[in-house]
């Protein structure tokens, strides 16, 4: 009798890898659909006065005036990219792409370090179709920045502590998110009620 042969099995972590595959493909065919709008093109001219006149100059204003209502973490990461190839579209499209793709690496590992790489490539395939992130990440929004650092904050919380790194939330939120001010203060204010009483009280 001839022995039957086995038809290859596929393994869920390669269905992932391959949506994983599939989201970072979208952003590059497209990179070209949408521009930098409303609160993205406002970070991309702080990124440009920053990689200019190292400060965050309002351009055209009568007298020498900031930038008081954006935080400034995403525009300076942008101001590289500018320093490097120029101030326009193009510039900032390729700092986002670049951001896409840490937030997928930087999920995975997280993730694969805390609850093994199955999982993994769960939350990678999530991060990287996930709508919100997709459109943000071609109209010029932090929320890639955001995320990558709130997933470095959480892991690192789970490691350490959350007496240790409670105040992180609060920094990271007050230095990145520009399109919610109220959920900026809600973070902080959240993490700092966090904050471990002193013993005894």
Not at 18 to 30: F, S
Not at 160 to 177: E, F, K, P, R
Request: hydrophobic fraction near 50%; aromatic fraction near 12%.
């Amino acid at each position: 009798m001839h022995s039957r042969r086995r038809s290859p099995r596929v393994r869920p972590r390669h269905v992932f890898a391959a949506l994983v595959a599939v989201g970072l493909l979208l952003r590059v065919l497209t990179f070209n659909s949408w521009g930098i709008v409303y609160d993205g093109a406002v970070m991309s001219v702080m990124g440009q006065s920053f990689a200019v006149h190292g400060e965050f100059l309002v351009p055209y204003a009568a007298v020498p005036t900031y930038y008081h209502h954006y935080p400034p973490l995403y525009p300076v990461f942008l101001s590289l990219f500018y320093r490097a190839l120029g101030f326009g579209v193009f510039a900032t499209k390729l700092a986002e792409l670049v951001l896409s793709a840490l937030l997928v690496v930087v999920t995975w590992l997280t993730t694969a370090d805390l609850f093994g790489r199955r999982k993994a490539w769960y939350a990678a395939a999530f991060v990287a179709l996930e709508p919100m992130f997709l459109i943000t990440s071609l109209i010029g929004y932090s929320e890639d920045l955001v995320g990558i650092l709130f997933i470095v904050w959480g892991g690192l919380t789970m490691l350490i502590g959350v007496s240790t790194l409670a105040l992180g939330a609060g920094a990271l939120a007050l230095l990145t998110s520009a399109s919610r001010g109220g959920g900026r203060r809600v973070a902080a204010t959240i993490s700092i009620c966090r904050l471990p009483s002193r013993p005894g009280r």
